[in-house]
């Protein structure tokens, strides 16, 4: 087996055919077709089933495409690192992020990233579900990961500070108030977010832990939606503060008890450079506790 086979097969599984995956890779189709055929006999197995929708990957196949992409991802990773020389980094750098956090710091430290490498290729996805990320991270997939720390946080992450949350809602009372009390929030409606996400797992443990019960007046999967849908009166959310964009500081308050949630980075086992530089630089970030837009009388 060769890793140019296992990048065929991921192409193949990618695109749903022979042609589209040889397009995608610039290469001529029946070399694609030649890879997976010889890869097939040499495993003794049937890689993908055709269908009439295209080229399905079978049970086998699947739990073999898992391992050819952390193959193909490792050795990425190694051609990056052999190829860290004269200060340049080349290759390819996964970042995944925790819904929510790293809103203001992560653009500032990829763009530092990006100019100090022009050649290095960023890829950078948000994931809701902070068990989703654990699991991405136990396969090695990610290069680095940016998560609010919780009991199953491995022993080594890197704590770069910490995110406070704040109640974003045109009808909260005590409008004028620096600080909302939580049980003055007792049967407001609530912008919640998807069930299996971290953040509605926050905003439910914060109201059982103070014995209000959410009424939920709707339910978003991105933190700007939900702060949009409070700014328009139809409930009030918990977010972090960093995610509240410029123009709605003037319905954002800091909630009494205070709340706020570690932000930790997760670094691949045996990280490279690029990891390295970029953990360098967002730990240059401010990371606060208390940065949250200012409330305006």
Known sequence: MSLRQFEYALAVAEEGSVTAAAELLHVAQPSVSQQIRGL?????VELFARTPTGLVPTVVGRAFLREAEAAVSAARR?????????DELVGELVVAVQMGFGTRQLPGALGALRHRFPRLEVT???????AELE????????GLALMAACERSPADAHHLGDEEFVVVGAGHRQPGADRVELRELDGEPWVRFDRDSALDGVLLNVLRENGLTPVTAARASQTATAVRWAAHGLGVTLVPASVVPHGHEHLVRPVLP???????????????PAEAALLELLRKETWSGSDFPSPTH
């Open 40 to 44: 097939e006999r040499e495993l003794g």
């Open 78 to 86: 190694a051609r990056a690192t052999a190829r860290a020389v004269a």
């Open 124 to 130: 950078v996805f948000e994931e809701p579900s902070s």
């Open 135 to 142: 699991r991405l991270c136990r396969r090695g997939v990610l």
């Open 258 to 272: 205070a709340v706020s949630q570690p932000v930790i980075a997760v670094l691949r086992p045996g990280a490279g």
